[in-house]
Each structure stands twice: as C-alpha cells, then as structure tokens.
C-alpha cells in the first residue's frame, strides 16, 4: 500500500493555502524508508506517483539545501544530514522515551519479544523507540521503521483509540490512495475495535506478517503528539498467541497505564 502522497491536508484545487510543489517535495523525502540505502529517481517516481521530469527538479531543490544527497553517478540519493536535524528536534521532544525505555526493556526480556514505541505518519506508524530481549529470534526492527496502519497490531490499536476526527482524516487519505487502501484501514478499524471490546488492545496474529504475532494498546501523552502505540511482537515460532494474550497482555496494559499516568502528571 503506497502511503507516500499528500498529507491530511485538501487538496490545491480545494484549498489556496495549499502549496502543491511544497507538498510533493516533502512526499519525496517521505518515500525513503529505514531500510533504504539509497533510491533512483525512478524509485522516487513510482513510490510518489509524480512523473520523473518532477522528480528531478525536485531532487535537485534537495540537494541544494543538504537534504538529499548524490550517491553515486547516474542518480541514486540518500537522505542528507539536513533531514537528521529535523528528525533529532523531533525525537528530542518525545520524553516519554527515556522513561520508557527501562520499563520496555523489562517486558520485552519477560516475553523474549521486541517492545516499541510508534507515532502515525500518514497511513504508517513509525517506532520512535524499540527495545528488544536478548533471545536471538527476536525482531530486528529499529527506530524509524515503518509498519502499516491496517493490518499490524499497532496499527489497529492507533485506528481504535485516535480520536474520531483523526480518524476520518485517515480514512480520507486512504480513500485518495485506492479503493483497496480505503477497505484495507477500514477493516483495520474494525478489527481493532473488535479487539479492545474483547481483549483490551488490538492483535495481529500473522496479517501482518505470516510469521509474527503482536498486540499494542494506545495510550494519552502531553504535548504536540498527545497519541502514542506500544507494542508487544516477534516470530510465532517463540511468542504464541496465547502467550501473549494470556501472559504479556496484563503487563501490556499495566505499562500502557503506567506510562500514561507519567506523561499525564
């Protein structure tokens, strides 16, 4: 599901205050994903839906202003060192991660899972923070890591518990994308309500992933992101479903709560 087009905002036709170029070049430096090295125009083209003569310009801009940088001859770029002081300011503002970070530790070592943080982007959540135990099959996910809204437990625990207005701007987004991503978040949402009416939290037991079980929960913070995720995941292999439903999910909660209770106060 390519999530990299215009943000929640309306549309240029809808809106005079809307800047289109600014929109798309903001998209393209959006596009690049933890795991990317590097991208080609080309690349950028298909995951922005922009033609490659606008990329280029757009490449460009970026490179004149240090956030995007020429790897190699021929037109591959990475992310340059101006993106890194954006996103420093950013995770600096977030607290909430140097308490957590402890508390994180103790319940991913207790499930022998990986346990992170997220905030939304779009129709993703990104970790803001991760943790994991020591035991070798546990997920290598790491700080920036895009996981989809729709079909991961974090994702549905963020869909149930964003407040209704947020929501519907997902939903709007997701419509401007296809009519495969609209039904896709729809049924997350579902999914997720589902979930915390029986469970109290949201489950992804291989729709994320065939070989990975999760669950998450949301939680209040303060601030500019007042919504936060956490969750609980690894390979089936090692962290069965009732393991996690059973075992994990009362601590899950009781973090979530803790964390909540810290930020709040």
């Known amino acids: 599901m390519n999530d990299t087009l215009d943000l929640d905002s309306p549309k240029a036709g809808e809106d005079r205050y809307f800047i289109t170029a600014l929109s798309r070049g903001l998209d393209v430096l959006a596009c690049f994903r933890a795991g990317d090295a590097s991208l080609s125009n080309q690349q950028i083209s298909e995951r922005c839906g922009l033609p490659k003569s606008t990329v280029t310009r757009i490449v460009y801009t970026l490179m004149k202003r240090g956030y995007l940088v020429q790897v190699e001859p021929g037109g591959r770029y990475a992310l340059g060192t101006a ?56 997920l290598t996910l790491q700080v920036g890591s895009r996981i989809p809204i729709a079909s991961s437990a974090i ?16 939903m709007r987004l997701a419509s401007e994308l296809d009519e495969s991503a609209a039904d896709a978040v729809r049924e997350g949402l ?40 956490l969750n609980c995941g690894g390979p089936s292999s090692s962290l069965s479903k009732e393991f996690l439903l059973n075992d994990v999910r009362p601590r899950l909660l009781a973090l979530a709560r803790k964390l909540e209770s810290s930020a709040l106060s």
């Open 83 to 138: 993106t890194l002081a954006l996103g420093s300011s950013m995770l600096a503002r977030m607290d909430i991660r140097q308490y957590a970070r402890p508390l994180l530790q103790e319940l991913a070592d207790f499930a022998g899972a990986t346990l992170a943080l997220g905030v939304r982007d779009r129709l993703s959540i990104i970790y803001t923070e991760v943790v994991r135990s020591t035991a070798t099959l546990a």
């Open 155 to 170: 994702g549905r625990a963020y869909l149930a518990g964003a407040p209704e207005q947020e929501r519907n701007a997902i």
């Open 190 to 229: 579902e999914r997720g309500r589902q979930d915390y009416e029986k469970y109290g939290c949201a489950t992804s037991f291989g729709e994320w992933q065939k070989d990975v079980n999760g669950i998450a929960v949301t939680f209040r913070s303060v601030g500019t992101i007042p919504v936060h995720v």
